[in-house]
């Protein structure tokens, strides 16, 4: 195709060349074109943001604020439930990862092998996703975790001379029911990834392997592991960004904080401090926390994951 | 199709095809089970009476299906009016995002403003925050907009403004933009097309894949939900179906919760099954390549 390079002499105004004005017209209309989302994410990012540091270090009684300097990081941290809140935070991110991140990798080359019934088996996996959560939630509340045997996971349990488990009502299998219950929720998204990052992958990689005398379990960690890594890097990330924020399976399942404190999260803690317990200043105390140690965690993970580069 | 892990021809000799169907056999049945087992159990239970809920073992089929937990369920709850509002909200979300983040998308990838970048860089670091970190001084903004000192709360704007505020899907339209060729740019603007009359005729009809795929994630999003409708929308007539659902699981029958839990479940599900294959190849292709 040609170039375009001759300036065409269209609407060339008096001492301006057509390119200058091309270029603040589009400037103009570039930021007119620019300036709903800049204020949506000035009024609902940008903003919050800075006032929500601003706000940990405030306090506000009858309508009059003032500093108080680290007063409300210290009441945060001094409360029991702070360290507990973050131990089953990280306990149910890293069974959550275990399950819902490795499960999918293996359920996706599974399908990706298949040549039938692919697209009914996509449609099951992808088929709980669609579910609003709390209806997901309810079902595995009332049918699934029923502690006594008429619950669906004790009837198969005693059913293949299982011992059979109190579920949320034992402060134990609190967080792997809530892990259990979250990746059949939300599996689906990642299988599709997944596939989409399989697919991909060249198939002479895999004859090559093969011709080498690969087996089965070589090729996957020589060629479909290394061809998928940044996928794979990324979801583990995301995956690390959601589990962090649990809240609907401890509000639902454990009604809160769930028998001895088992299922309290750190933003279920977010959540009472600032809309139960009437506490704002230390909720934005605990969302600034929060904050640092996810942009650490991210750091350290970028930094890892470069280093192998 | 190139091949995969596995050659074709080791599946279809002897031993490989004879263990190709069995897995497959295997496979169907138990994702059937996990999948759609437990759907059964909860669609079949709500029909259930209390006494045979409690039942061991349980039973397979409702002896006396009591079809009333479905119909208590649509009326104590008002489940018309809670799945109303909450396509309201998500049909309201699709339109704003388009609108507004398509518009945002093509400045930037097409206009260059000067600046772009920076804003571009400041949108997409919002990607490392967590969104439940913001969710303090987030109700904040919401209970009184500055400057203009505006409640949002039970207004949808709550749910709509914030999800213009989505970096990944700027960041996917501007990168789909990015790739068409800048001479049909110029050719348009030397035929005297203004930049919006360039974006809605000529970008948007190429662009169609990319808008289904901002479009569902836009639903989804809306539709998944929960502590954020929980705050900004506590009437209760202007719930969204979780919310709503879970407000009223406290003082309801576990029979009738779940029944609603159903009737929710059931409008999605529908529209998933319908439009799977655009869903589908959207998610696929359309967003994660490379």
């Known amino acids: ?309 | 199709m190139s091949r995969t892990l596995i050659s074709h021809a080791q599946l279809q000799r002897g031993r490989g095809r004879f263990l190709y169907w069995a897995l497959l056999g295997i496979v169907v049945t138990a994702f059937t089970l996990i999948f759609i087992g437990p759907l059964y159990w909860m669609v079949t239970g709500a029909l259930k009476s209390g006494q045979e809920i409690a039942q061991t073992p349980p039973t397979l089929f409702p002896r006396d299906p009591e079809f009333a937990n479905y119909t208590d369920a649509w009326t104590q709850l008002a489940l018309g009016k809670l799945l109303f509002n909450t396509f309201y909200y998500a049909a309201g979300a699709v339109l704003f995002q388009l609108i507004l983040d398509t518009a945002a998308a093509y400045a930037l990838s097409k206009l260059r403003p000067v600046f772009g970048n920076v804003i571009l860089g400041a949108m997409l670091a919002t990607l490392m925050i967590p969104a439940m970190v913001l969710i303090v001084p987030q109700y904040q903004t919401v209970i009184s907009l500055p400057v203009l000192d505006i409640s949002l709360i039970d207004s949808p704007f709550a749910i709509w403004l914030p999800m213009v505020a989505n970096a990944f899907n700027i960041f996917l339209l501007k990168r789909f933009f990015d790739s068409i060729p800048e001479e049909i740019m110029s050719a348009a603007f030397m035929d005297g097309a203004s930049p919006l009359r360039t974006l809605w005729s000529i970008l948007l009809p190429m662009s169609r894949p990319i808008l289904g795929v901002v479009s569902i994630f836009a639903v989804t999003a809306v539709w998944k939900d929960f502590l954020w409708p929980l705050l900004v929308m506590p009437h209760p007539e202007t719930r969204t179906v979780s919310v709503g659902i879970y407000a009223f699981a406290a003082g309801t029958p576990q029979n009738v919760v779940v029944a609603a839990s159903v009737i929710a479940a059931v409008p999605t599900v529908i529209i998933f099954l319908i439009f799977q294959r655009n869903i589908m190849s959207g998610l696929t292709t359309g967003s994660l390549k490379g």
């Not at chain 1, 609407?11 to 270029?23: D, L, Q, Y």
């Not at chain 1, 309290?264 to 200043?281: C, E, K």
């Open chain 1, 1 to 309: 195709m040609a170039v375009i390079t001759a300036p065409a002499p269209v609407k060339a105004e008096a001492g301006v060349s057509s390119k200058t004005s091309r270029k603040l017209r589009d400037n103009l209309t570039g930021h007119a074109f620019l300036i709903g989302a800049v204020l949506c994410f000035g009024l609902f990012m940008w903003f919050p943001m800075i006032r929500g540091i601003v706000m940990s270090f405030q306090r506000t009684r009858r309508g009059v604020t003032t500093w108080v300097g680290w007063d409300n990081y210290v009441r945060i941290i001094e409360d029991p439930s702070f360290w507990v809140a973050w131990k089953n935070t990280f306990y149910f991110t890293g069974l959550a990862l275990l399950l819902g991140f490795v499960a999918p990798f293996f359920v996706a080359i599974l399908l990706n092998e298949f040549r039938h019934a692919k697209g009914y088996l996509r449609i099951l996996v992808y088929l709980p996703v669609m579910l609003p959560p709390a209806s997901a939630l309810y079902l595995f509340k009332y049918y699934a975790y029923d502690p006594s045997e008429a619950g669906l996971f004790n009837a198969i349990l005693s059913a293949v001379g299982l011992p059979t488990s109190e579920w949320m009502q034992s402060s134990t299998m609190t967080i792997p029911a809530m892990v259990i219950a979250s990746t059949w929720m939300n599996m689906g998204g990642a299988v599709l990834i997944y596939l989409a990052a399989l697919q991909n992958i060249p198939g002479d990689l895999y004859e090559a392997a093969e011709l080498d005398g690969a087996g089965l379990w070589k090729r996957i960690w020589h060629v479909t592991i290394p061809q998928t890594r940044l996928i794979l890097a990324l979801l583990a990330m995301m995956q690390i960004v959601a589990t962090m924020q649990l809240f609907i399976e401890p509000l639902i399942l454990a009604n809160g904080a769930g028998t001895q404190d088992a299922a309290t999260s750190v933003v279920y803690l977010i959540y009472q401090h600032a809309f139960v317990q009437n506490d704002l200043n230390g909720a934005a105390a605990l969302g600034v926390i929060m904050l640092l140690v996810l942009a650490a965690f991210s750091a350290a993970y970028l930094r890892l994951s470069t280093k192998q580069d």
